[in-house]
């Protein structure tokens, strides 16, 4: 996977490379990026062995970066609604009623796919939007 290899050349290689990772399973969205031209996640595309083409990455479009594919993400962890426990807390019940509705991570993937999110991104709503039509 793109991740492994991400993860060996910081390693072994270039211990200033950075980027976000998390689950391994494609269930967070935290390494989503683009990988070549094309937005995905780096924990589920695979390296092709057989290719002698180079594999190139790159951040996903229209995000701020802060450092090589470390994307600013802080804008979408904002929220104005505070609990008066200080988590947020999901019941189980509450978990189940999006079950089957959509199965969207909130990677960004398909949104920053699209040019208007570039241009009016804190309007702009996107295509998981349309799961919840």
């Not at 391994?24 to 595309?45: F, H, P, Q, R, Y």
């Not at 990455?57 to 802060?66: A, D, G, S």
Request: aromatic share 10%.
């Amino acid at each position: 996977m793109v991740l492994d290899a991400l993860i060996k050349i910081k390693n072994k290689s270039d211990p200033t490379l950075t980027f976000w990772r998390s689950c391994w399973e494609g269930i967070c969205g935290s390494c989503a990026m683009n990988i070549d031209g094309v937005n995905t996640l780096a924990c589920l595309k695979r390296i092709n062995k057989e290719s002698d083409l180079d594999v190139k990455i790159y951040p996903l479009p229209h995000m701020y970066i802060i450092k090589d594919l470390y994307k600013l993400i802080q804008p979408f962890l904002k929220n104005d609604n505070h609990p008066k426990e200080g988590k947020f807390l999901q019941l189980p019940e509450d978990r189940k009623k999006p079950n089957g509705m959509y199965e969207c991570i909130l990677c960004a993937c398909c949104s920053t796919s699209f040019p208007s999110y570039l241009w009016n991104q804190y309007e702009y709503l996107g295509p998981a939007v349309l799961m919840q039509a």
